[in-house]
């Protein structure tokens, strides 16, 4: 198994931050233009990245408590086991942090979504950010 660590200090207050990592049905608008789609049917969310790829992800946790989501991927091409979460952290007035952890095997299968993983980062930073 391998893990990736993505973490960014996003310029808006942790509350907001966290009102748009909960929606689950808001991926699309989230991580554009890295998703170019996105759905919800029950626990499942469908996304459809800017590289055609469609990912099907069943919602494990949505913990309002520490502002953090967790989910795994459904049927993912070489993938033998997923889960990631996402959590926002009060980092000050008007600031937050956003963490990404993801854990995966086959251990090489982080070598791919890596970048994914980054560029939805900066994404979330960058749609969140503008909308303030």
């Known amino acids: 198994m391998a893990s990736k660590t993505e973490q960014v200090t996003v ?3 942790a509350d907001r931050a966290w009102a748009a990592l909960r929606d689950m049905g808001g991926a699309k608008a989230l991580f554009a233009p890295v998703l170019a789609d996105s759905s919800i049917d029950g ?3 469908t996304v459809r990245f800017a590289n055609g790829m469609v990912l099907r992800e069943r919602i494990l946790d949505v913990d309002n408590a520490r ?3 967790a989910y795994t991927a459904l ?3 070489g993938v033998t086991f997923h ?3 996402m959590q926002v952290v009060d980092a000050g007035p008007g600031r937050s942090e956003f ?3 993801t854990d995966a095997h086959p251990p ?3 070598e791919q979504m890596s970048p994914l993983i980054q560029q939805g980062t900066q994404a979330l930073k960058k749609n969140l950010e503008k909308e303030d």
Do not use: G, N
Request: net charge negative; aromatic share 4%; proline share 5%.
């Open 11 to 13: 310029a808006i207050d």
């Open 43 to 45: 626990d499942v969310r």
């Open 67 to 69: 502002r953090r989501v």
């Open 75 to 77: 049927d993912a091409p």
């Open 83 to 85: 889960h990631a979460s």
């Open 99 to 101: 963490i990404w952890i």
């Open 108 to 110: 090489e299968v982080i």
